[in-house]
C-alpha cells in the first residue's frame, strides 16, 4: 500500500484527498459508521498510505469535530461517537494492512497457455493480485507446459493463475497443470477465461468466472495449503 499511481498530478492528489477527507468528516458528524468506513476504503483503493490517512483524512476529520464541539456546534456525545466511529475505522485500516503484509511473501506466477494470445484478463488479475500486497511474476502470453514447469519449479510460486479464451485451451491449461504438478505438486491453481465454461473447481485448482473473485480465490488456495 501507499504507492502512488505515477501519473497522478498534485492537483488530482490534492482533490481526491479533500473528497475523502470532506466524506470522511461528514459521515463522522452524522453518526454514519458505514459511510466512514467507506470512505477510508476509498482512501486505501486510491493507494493513499497509512500515514496519508492518518494525517490527511482522520486527523483533519476530528479536528473539524473538536473545533465545532468548542463552538458548542455539537455535544459531548456527537464528539464521543465521532471519536468512536474513528477508532473502529483505525482498527478496519490496520487489519487491512497487516493482511496485505501477510501475503507480500506470497507469489503468484501468472501465464496463458501454449497457443493462448489473450491476456487482457490476465493483466487485469495480475494488477488485483498486485495491489491485494501478493508478489506478482507476469509470465504473459503463449507459455508452453514445460517451459511454466520448468520456472514453476525456479521460483517456487504459491499459486499459478492462468487464463484461456480459446476453443481448446482449457486442454492445454489442465496439461500445463499437470506439468507443473509433476516437478512442484504444491503449486496451487486460479483459473479462467470463456473456455473454461463448464470447468468446475477442485482441491488446489479454483475456476473464477470473473476477475474480482481472483484475490478470495488466491487467499483461499494459500489456506487450504497451510492447513494441510
Ligand atoms: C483483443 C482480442 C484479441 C487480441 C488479444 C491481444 C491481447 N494482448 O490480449 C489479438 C489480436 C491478439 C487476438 C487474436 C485472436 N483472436 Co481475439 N479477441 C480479442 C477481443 C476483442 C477482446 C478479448 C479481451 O481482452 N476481452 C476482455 C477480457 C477482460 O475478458 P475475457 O477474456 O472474456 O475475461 C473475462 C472472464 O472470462 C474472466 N477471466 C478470464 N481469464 C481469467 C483468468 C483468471 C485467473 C480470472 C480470475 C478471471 C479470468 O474475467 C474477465 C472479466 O470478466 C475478443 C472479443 C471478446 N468477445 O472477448 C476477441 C476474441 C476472443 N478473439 C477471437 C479470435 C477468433 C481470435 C483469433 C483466432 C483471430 C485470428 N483469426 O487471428 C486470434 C487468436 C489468437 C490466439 N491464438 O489466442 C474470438 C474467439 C472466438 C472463439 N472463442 O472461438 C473473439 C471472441 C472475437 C470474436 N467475436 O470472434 N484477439
Known sequence: MGHRQENESPEAREAKLIELNRAFA????????????????????????????????IAPALWLVGDLWERGEISVADEHLATEISLRVLALQREAQRLSDSRSDRRIMLATPAGE???????????????????VMMLGADVPAGDLASIARRYEPDVVCMSSTMPGGIDRIFVAIDEVQQSSPETAFAIGGRGLSRTRSEPGISVCRRIHEVVDAVDALIKRADLN
Open 26 to 57: 461528514t459521515a463522522l458528524l452524522m453518526g454514519d459508521e458505514i459511510g466512514a468506513e467507506l470512505a477510508i476504503r476509498d482512501a486505501m483503493d486510491a493507494r493513499l498510505s497509512t500515514a496519508e490517512i492518518d494525517d490527511e483524512v
Open 117 to 135: 494470445l489473450h491476456t487482457v484478463a490476465l493483466r487485469m488479475t495480475a494488477d488485483l493480485l498486485r495491489q491485494a500486497g501478493y508478489g
